[in-house]
C-alpha cells in the first residue's frame, strides 16, 4: 500500500468514520510497518520476553513477597 493511501485511511480512521475490514487491514498492516520502521530508526532493541512473561514473574514474586514479609528478597 503507498503512503498516500495509508495517510487517508489513518485521517479517516481517527476522525471517527467506520472502514470496512480490508481497509482496517491495510491500515493494522501500516501501522506495524511505522512500528517497525521507528523501532529501527531509534535502534529500538525488542524485548527478549512477552509483556505477559513479564508480568508473570513480577506477580510470583509479589506473592512470594507478601506471603513471607519475615524473608528478604
Excluded at 476522525?15 to 501501522?31: K, M, N, P, V
Excluded at 512473561?53 to 513471607?68: A, G
Aim: proline share 4%; net charge negative; aromatic share 10%.
Amino acid at each position: 500500500m503507498n503512503n498516500e493511501l495509508a495517510l487517508q485511511l489513518h485521517d479517516r480512521f481517527t476522525r471517527g468514520e467506520i472502514l470496512s475490514d480490508a481497509e482496517q487491514e491495510q491500515l493494522e498492516q501500516w501501522y506495524e510497518l511505522q512500528d517497525n520502521l521507528e523501532a529501527e530508526a531509534l535502534n529500538i532493541i525488542p524485548p527478549s520476553e512477552s509483556l505477559e512473561t513479564l508480568q508473570n514473574k513480577v506477580n510470583i514474586f509479589l506473592n512470594y513477597y507478601f506471603s513471607n514479609p519475615e524473608k528478604d528478597c
